[in-house]
């Protein structure tokens, strides 16, 4: 680590509402090069169906690659179908 850089806690769990944490599952498995873990829910936003806002922790997956955390919106429409919106580093 570098001097002056964060030490993030592996934490087990979020406590993200079911449906939330199924979604997230199932986008970030789908996801290549990268590993994610959902370290706090944030809030919602109602948006054609509803926006979910999840700060994670994100590991590229590459030789020396620094863990840093990112904000993620998860969109989960009408019918239940999960989408990525957005994943932006804090």
Known sequence: MLLG???????????LPQKVASA??????NLIGAEYMPIAY???????GINH???ALQSIMS???EKR???MIINIDTNCKPALVSI???
């Open 53 to 55: 806002c999840i700060i």
């Open 69 to 71: 955390l990112v904000k």
């Open 63 to 65: 030789p020396g690659a």
């Open 5 to 15: 850089g964060w030490n993030y806690d592996e934490v087990k769990s979020a406590n």
């Open 24 to 29: 997230f599952t199932a986008i970030t498995e």
């Open 42 to 48: 944030a809030g919602s936003q109602v948006a054609n």
């Open 88 to 90: 932006s580093e804090l």
